[in-house]
């Protein structure tokens, strides 16, 4: 092909995408910037960005987007498995990842999500959630050659790569925050800023606080600058003013010069807090959902490969807008956190009753999404916090303050009886909200049961990993193992001798990856690590092989008349998986004609690959089971 039409075929096919978003983009943004006097200027900008990502996007890539616009399923997929991991704590550096995907394959895993690697302020960054540059890697991590080489290696292995991309707020060294902070009246107004603290208070009174125990309230004063900042989260971590279209026009540059890196998910941290509104709680307003429908439809134009993570952690009705409800409907994230589902898991094994998740489950969460699925897990880098609403607590007949307290107590460790051991995080004294902090294994008991060398109890804690990964597996959505989860690591407590970092207990359960234990499998097959890594790569293994753990297959919960047993079919069209999980240490059971009437064949499971019916023609559920029934 001459150079020449080539060019003018990358030309064309620009503006075919442009024409397809343009609706979803500008219709977005004239509702939030129409009716401003530099709006035509501001659209007439961003097309010149668009355009001028796409043509500076690797050819590489643009085969990318057209892979993926011909499988816009890909990470619907039954074969997604996610691996979520610190660079530094997983693998060093950057330059060395490439040396641990062997381990991850091994694993079953095919997409991977390097926690937060952009160049953070100096000291406490938040774990790397205060970003000073996006444009630059975290200097003790490598470069952004680096970023891109593991892309590509990731790309060669049929993995997909997920990075962070902060948007609420930048850190205060970042150079628009120190522009506005010498007086720069474009800069300042890109943060939300006041000469005084009559507006800050007013705010406030509907604001609720994130971090109360470190961080309380949502302004900072600077003295040399005598204005008050909005602060939602640490003090250095500023928020972005996004009702200015600058602001737009900057974090879609930034998006877009990592998707042109090479990487395929964004997770957009924090959305919720995008938009703020006086007399609200400024969490999930109205234009939030505007704002990333058009960020969607900006992506889709420019670099098309790259999908929206949304890091929505907030109660169940707020968090479906995420995945595009109603005028946004598979426009807006493609993946959400399922934090429900992971919250209820672990309420369900602290009360060995499952009617809360049920309800939950079944009232809140439709039963397909369009274009979209959900990022499930079992824990991540952050604490878990009780998302148990009071009105859903009251239809099962409990009270909300009184489970969330009950979980907390329990999972700290405090509740008489309780196998969990976990640490408190930002206990508000005001609301008496606590929230938990500890790794999978910690939580589920096999710290106190090593301790306590019970050998049955320790069989317990394996079986709690391994039926909440087999859970994630098949509700729909990608899996998302949590570094050092598939080999059972337990909560480190070595934070707490470093003054940066100890006021902060989300670091319990961000250890350094274990490699000796890696290595040590093989050789301790009965070790509770090599039960939990065989077990979820099994798992991880059979999923991808069933075509009803397709992301756009419907998920049903059904009624088990147990109060211990949660049960969901995913209603494929060639036929329901019925997957079943007695949340107890005690056998249980259900009749055949419980799967029969329910659609069921065979009565096989798929996760053991063997039949399930006993002799008395019943299915028998032992203390912790899983079981996929076709
Ligand atoms: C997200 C991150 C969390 C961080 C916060 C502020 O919730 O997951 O770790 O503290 O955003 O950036």
Redesign the pocket.
């Known amino acids: 092909m001459p150079p020449d039409s080539s060019q003018d075929f990358n030309a064309r096919l620009f503006e075919m995408r442009l024409d397809r978003s343009r609706d979803d983009l500008f219709g977005m943004l004239k509702r939030l910037y129409g009716h401003r006097p530099d709006y035509a200027r501001f659209a007439e900008q961003l097309v010149a960005l668009l355009r001028a990502s796409w043509e500076a996007r690797p050819e590489r890539l643009k085969w990318r987007d057209m892979a993926r616009d011909l499988e816009p399923d890909w990470f619907q997929r039954p074969d997604m498995n996610g691996y979520v991991f610190y660079i530094d704590r997983f693998a060093g550096t950057l330059d060395l990842v490439p040396e641990k995907l062997a381990y991850l394959e091994k694993l079953g895993i095919t997409y991977v999500h390097l926690m937060?690697c952009l160049k953070p302020r100096p000291g406490d960054s938040?774990?790397?959630?205060?970003v000073m540059d996006y444009t630059e890697v975290n200097p003790a991590l490598g470069t952004m050659d680096d970023l891109e080489r593991v892309a590509s290696e990731c790309h060669d292995r049929g993995m997909s790569v997920c990075i962070?991309l902060?948007l609420?707020?930048t850190a205060k060294e970042h150079d628009w925050a120190m522009k506005a902070r010498a007086g720069d009246e474009h800069y300042r107004d890109y943060y939300f800023m006041f000469v005084d603290d009559t507006i800050p208070k007013a705010y406030e009174a509907t604001l609720v606080e994130?971090?109360p125990a470190n961080a309380p309230g949502n302004f900072t004063y600077y003295e040399d600058m005598d204005r008050w900042v909005w602060t939602?989260?640490?003090e250095h971590?500023w928020d972005l003013n996004w009702s200015n279209p600058q602001v737009f026009l900057e974090m879609t540059k930034v998006m877009l010069f990592l998707a042109n890196k090479g990487v395929d998910v964004l997770r957009l941290?924090?959305p919720a807090f995008l938009w703020k509104r006086m007399g609200t709680r400024c969490q999930s307003e109205p234009e939030v959902h505007v704002l990333l429908h058009a960020l969607r439809a900006a992506s889709r134009i420019a670099a098309p490969a790259v999908i929206h993570l949304e890091?929505a952690?907030v109660g169940p009705a707020e968090m479906m807008p995420y995945l595009g409800r109603g005028e946004h409907d598979g426009k807006e994230g493609n993946l959400a956190y399922h934090n429900s589902l992971m919250v209820q898991f672990w309420s369900a094994l602290a009360a060995r009753d499952v009617g809360l998740m049920s309800h939950v489950l079944e009232t809140h969460f439709p039963k397909v999404l369009t274009n979209a699925t959900y990022a499930t897990y079992l824990r991540?880098?952050?604490d878990i916090g009780w998302a148990v609403t009071d009105e859903d607590a009251a239809a099962v007949g409990v009270s909300g303050f009184g489970h969330r307290t009950f979980l907390s107590d329990f999972y700290d460790g405090t509740f008489p009886g309780s196998f969990s051991r976990g640490a408190l995080f930002q206990v508000n004294a005001a609301t008496g909200d606590k929230r938990i902090s500890g790794s999978t294994a910690s939580l589920a008991g096999l710290e106190q049961a090593l301790e306590a060398g019970d050998a049955g109890e320790i069989d317990a804690a394996v079986d709690r990993i391994l039926m909440g990964h087999a859970l994630i597996a098949s509700w729909g959505g990608i899996p998302l193992v949590y570094m050092g989860d598939e080999i059972a690591l337990l909560n480190d407590y070595g934070y707490r001798d470093h003054p940066e970092i100890a006021h902060d207990s989300?670091w319990v359960h961000r250890p350094v990856m274990d490699w000796e234990r890696v290595a040590n499998l093989a050789d301790a097959p009965d070790s509770p690590e090599a039960r939990v890594f065989l077990g979820l790569r099994h798992i991880l293994a059979r999923r991808a092989q069933v075509a009803g753990f397709h992301g756009a297959v419907p998920t049903e919960v059904l009624e088990t008349g147990r109060k211990g047993v949660f049960a969901f079919a995913r209603r494929a069209p060639t036929g329901p998986v019925i997957c079943v999980y007695n949340f107890t240490e005690d056998w249980t059971g259900l009749p055949a004609s419980w799967f029969l009437g329910r659609g069921a064949k065979r009565l096989h499971d798929l996760l053991s690959d063997a039949p399930v019916q006993s002799d008395d023609g019943g299915v028998p559920l032992p203390p912790y089971a899983r079981v996929w029934v076709v």
């Open positions: 937060p938040d774990g790397g959630y205060s962070d902060v609420n707020h994130i971090f939602t989260f640490n971590q941290d924090a890091e952690i991540c880098h952050d989300r």
